[in-house]
């Protein structure tokens, strides 16, 4: 005998024996959706399973209300909010290290418009007329806002201005800015 014709039959041979066991669901054990025959079909007492649960909604604990700890009693406890939630002072005595406390400068808003393309435009017009880098494109909805400089005096916000207006931009104006 080959060793082919051994595992086929040792397949044949396995697949007679199982095959009673693999066909329970052909057995017949009454009408799913009608009346169950008493012989096939036995009662399961389900009643040892089942739970009671409480969906009582959860306490509010914003309200200041807690419950008690007996766990059966509805009574609450009064309890001041500000127990239930850290508070911090606003004067803590903090000052923020020099390098990040704010400051006044003074800019130079070159334009506002609500076009990309014209702001870019705006922006490549101010650094051909004065040569600056520090020129910058923001958005605040709804318009975008071409600005000039971070200047930490008056003057030399005033001699950029000058020099704008000189190359064509009328509209160019000194702004006030508190930063950080």
């Given amino acids: 005998m080959t060793t082919k014709f051994r595992l086929l039959l040792a397949t044949l041979v396995c697949g007679a024996a199982l095959a009673p066991l693999g066909c329970g669901g052909a057995t017949n054990v009454g009408d799913r959706y009608g009346d169950k025959d008493e012989d096939s079909a036995t009662a399961v007492d389900l009643s040892a399973y089942r739970e009671e649960f409480d969906f009582a909604p959860a306490p509010d604990f914003t309200t200041g209300e807690l419950p008690s ?106 702004i006030h800015e508190r930063v950080r």
């Fill in 69 to 174: 700890d007996n766990a059966g009693d509805a009574q609450t406890t009064n309890v001041d909010p500000s127990q239930l939630w850290y508070t911090y002072d606003d004067d803590d005595g903090y000052e923020p290290p020099e390098h990040l406390a704010s400051r006044d400068v003074y800019s130079v808003l070159v334009g506002t418009t609500d076009d990309m393309d014209e702001a870019k435009r705006l922006k490549r017009k101010a650094y051909h007329a004065t040569d600056r880098e520090d020129i910058s494109i923001t958005f605040e909805p709804p318009l975008f806002k071409v600005k000039m400089g971070g200047f930490t005096n008056l003057n030399s916000a005033r001699g950029a201005l000058f020099d704008l207006k000189e190359a064509g931009v009328p509209d160019a104006i000194i």
